[in-house]
């Protein structure tokens, strides 16, 4: 059944790449409408589609939430489906319309926690890559002993899984940092062009 949604995001979503991660799964899932920043902080979606696919959508936007932000509660009114939406988009000012000094501290103290997490994240992938890397050095030898040894090819066809999944989960950490930092690094060149204009320089 086709169905419309109002869904509320709270949390730190904003400066994220949070509505970019919502378009890729709304698209995915034949999902249309569009992912807008609000100014208390959160996101709204407004979506049309199966209702099993808005659900999905929420589903995944709970459990699924990129590395940079967090969720803290999500809201999801349902109405009669309008046909409204041709696509799904990603709506609103990627940064405030007023900035102050308060802001800008905010925002370097927020980007300094998170590029320790980011520190943190891709240390922890870079050893499990390495074990998977020493693992498959011996895959040669083995795939032209596995008649000889039972099990053997299984375990390399496990093995060979982990080094994609791995591969995957890097792949996306990169598009997440790529977006956060554009967006980060728009923000704080703006809210610097606000401050030197409040105290004249500009």
């Known amino acids: 059944m086709m169905k419309r949604a109002n869904i509320g995001i709270k949390g730190n ?48 936007i709970k459990e699924k ?3 940079f932000a967090r969720i803290d509660d999500v809201s999801a009114e349902y109405e009669d489906y309008k046909g409204e939406f041709t696509s799904f988009e990603r709506r609103g000012a990627d940064i405030p319309q007023k900035a102050t000094l ?42 032209e002993n596995t008649r000889m040894i039972p099990g053997i090819k299984e375990n390399t066809e496990m093995m060979l899984e982990k080094q994609e999944d791995t591969t995957e989960e890097i792949s996306a950490l990169r598009e997440d940092l790529k977006s956060y930092m554009e967006n980060k690094f728009a923000k704080i060149e703006y809210e610097i062009e606000g401050i030197k204009a409040k105290i004249g320089m500009v």
Do not use: Y
């Open 13 to 60: 979503v904003q400066m994220a790449g949070f509505r970019t991660f919502i378009k890729n799964i709304a698209d995915s899932l034949n999902v249309t409408g569009f992912a807008e920043n609000v100014e208390d902080g959160s996101v709204k979606v407004i979506c049309e589609g199966e209702e099993e696919g808005i659900n999905k959508l929420i589903n995944s």
């Open 65 to 67: 939430t990129p590395s």
């Open 102 to 143: 308060d802001d800008l501290l905010g925002v370097m103290k927020s980007f300094d926690s998170k590029a320790e997490r980011l520190v943190s994240i891709l240390g922890d992938m870079n050893v499990t890559f390495k074990s998977v890397k020493e693992d498959t050095r011996i895959i040669p030898s083995i795939e």
